[in-house]
């Protein structure tokens, strides 16, 4: 079969060669965003007079047709063809004949790339913005009924201090509502055409690129064409906010993981998101948070593979950037797998407050609380911290909590404590004490809820 470009060659092109450089493979998933940004370059052209508006007519209308086409699943694409780009070009021309080949007047496989590239984060961005939502409001769904639910909180994964437990899941929302903004942020980088930088320098066509970035709903249009076209850092921000929210995703999987263990049991996880054992009859694993924690790797592996394939290029365009798609198609895809994945388990789950509640009860996680009890009454923190410390190695010599110890124990450590300490220690007081701006009591944390449903639409 003979190119689109072979006005120039003698020769076929070796078959591992045309596979090699081919890309239709996985830029087929451009197909939408490819026929979107030529409606809008043969209108300009059209407008522009650059053809005539009978032949731009014919065009739209062929367009139109192959759209039809791709939505109904009737496209075959062929790898003679390359890419997608001269792939729907091929239909074009079969479709209304030889006029279609006045398409790619004034533009360039460069430019029309970079454009498919930009509109295709456009869209999928803003609905991952709205995944993360879904996810965000689960977590509210959730806290709503825990405001009172205490839990132990952990520093080094050690039992520290009691929270409530819409405190420890809000932190998850709060990760979340940074990488909206993050993501809501480099939307203004995506948001500016390339289409008009031609080849790399531009054209003799007197084309209007503010009237195409109108048509595509692009807010910019680039000042520099040879930027235009070696631009890939709107892909590269994508994939790095995406891997700082994959991270968000892998530490709410683990928490889950761990939540969900026998030796934990705070979280039963719904029987739809979990599988069992070919072996052990009992077992029901959670695959779906393993595995979320998991696809972590291939979302950081993307961005470092892309910052790589970059470094060091000369300008323009060079065929290194087509190694660009894969590993972005890999992260949209899996963010928004993970996502959908994430909000309906995390609304399903069951929360075991009576486990937690026995967990809360069988701490020290409550020793901060007794220092702050002598501190309260003039003793320094530091010798407060002292005192208490040797309590709690008393206590553990008498397989006792802080609780179960008598005010007389607690005498024989210092006169000042009186029967007012078993209030102080009771979890409920311990969460409730914590005031401050930000901190776990019942009363900041259903301030927070508040807060944080105000950010939602
Ligand atoms: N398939 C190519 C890519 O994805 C399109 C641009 C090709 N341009 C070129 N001059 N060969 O990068």
Not at 1 to 7: A, E, H, I, P, V
Request: aromatic content about 8%; proline content about 3%; overall charge negative.
């Amino acid at each position: 079969m003979s190119k689109l470009w072979g006005g120039r060659f003698t020769k076929e092109t070796n078959k591992l060669v045309e596979e090699l450089t081919a890309s239709i493979s996985f830029d087929q998933k451009l197909a939408k965003e490819d026929i979107e940004g030529s409606l809008a370059h043969v209108q300009m052209l059209g407008e522009q007079e650059i053809i005539s508006a009978e032949d731009a007519e014919k065009i739209k209308n062929g367009l139109h047709k192959i759209k039809e086409k791709l939505a109904a699943g009737e496209l075959e694409y062929t790898v003679e063809n390359e890419d997608i780009h001269m792939n729907i070009e091929k239909f074009l021309i079969d479709e209304i004949g030889p006029v279609g080949g006045k398409l790619h007047t004034g533009r360039s496989r460069n430019d029309q790339v970079a454009t498919d590239m930009h509109l295709y984060l456009k869209d999928h961005t803003a609905g991952i913005i709205e995944l993360v939502e879904a996810v965000q409001t689960a977590i509210i769904n959730q806290a709503e009924q825990n405001v009172e639910t205490i839990i132990p909180g952990y520093t080094h994964l050690q039992r520290a201090q009691p929270v409530s437990f819409a405190h420890h899941l809000l932190a998850y929302f709060w990760m979340l509502e940074r990488d909206k903004a993050r993501l809501t942020d480099s939307l203004e980088r995506v948001n500016w055409l390339p289409l008009g930088a031609g080849a790399l320098a531009g054209t003799t066509f007197p084309i209007d690129r503010e009237r195409v970035a109108e048509l595509l709903g692009f807010e910019e249009v680039y000042p520099n064409s040879m930027d235009a076209v070696s631009d890939r850092d709107f892909i590269l921000e994508f994939l790095s906010v995406g891997s700082i929210l994959m991270m968000h995703i892998s530490r709410l999987s683990e928490e889950l993981v761990i939540w969900s263990s026998e030796e934990f049991k705070f979280v039963e996880l719904d029987d739809s998101f979990c599988t069992g054992s070919s072996i052990m009859p009992q077992k029901k694993n959670p695959d779906v948070p393993e595995l979320l924690r998991a696809k972590t790797g291939r979302v950081y592996g993307n961005l470092m593979s892309l910052l790589t394939v970059l470094k060091g290029l000369p300008l323009a365009y060079n065929k290194d950037m087509q190694e660009d798609k894969e590993g972005m198609f890999d992260t949209v895809e899996t963010l928004e797998g993970s996502l959908q994945m994430l909000a309906p388990m995390i609304d399903t789950m069951t929360v075991n407050k009576g486990r937690m509640r026995q967990a809360v009860n069988q701490d020290f996680s409550n020793a901060t609380d007794i220092a702050d009890y002598l501190v309260t009454k003039g003793v320094s923190f530091r010798e407060a911290h002292e005192v208490i410390g040797k309590i709690v190695l008393y206590a553990i010599g008498e397989n006792k909590f802080l609780l179960d110890l008598g005010l007389e124990e607690y005498k024989q450590f210092s006169e000042l404590f009186e029967d007012d300490i078993y209030e102080v220690l009771a979890p409920e007081h311990v969460v409730g004490a914590r005031k401050s701006y930000g901190g776990t009591s019942q009363e900041q944390v259903s301030k927070q809820l508040e807060l944080a449903k105000s950010k939602l639409k």
